[in-house]
């Protein structure tokens, strides 16, 4: 597995490096958006990257990120949403995430 996540928030996407040869990479990466609305939630999808073909989706989850001032860390299931309306959890992500309305704080 080559895994690698896009983070969607708000109209923008980033990406994190991808980690070669594993099934529990340790990205230790750090982004920050300008949000206009901290109700929506920040979206995480994981791909397994594949050189000569299209990349394996893994799953998802979307986050919750309300004001909280400081950094939070969070657990979350990554669920596979598959042709069907079931999901199936495919795993977990540990992330910080912190929400400030002060842009000085950051």
Known sequence: CNPYCEIFCEGSKLATPTMRNTTSPLWNSSFIFYRFSTNKPIIIKVYSYRPLC????????????????????????????GKTDEESVRGSLELYVL???NLLAV
């Open 54 to 81: 299209r990349d394996t989706y893994l799953g998802e989850v979307g986050i919750p990120a309300p004001l909280n001032y400081e950094p939070t860390l969070l657990r979350v299931d990554l669920a596979c949403k």
């Open 99 to 101: 929400t400030d309305d």
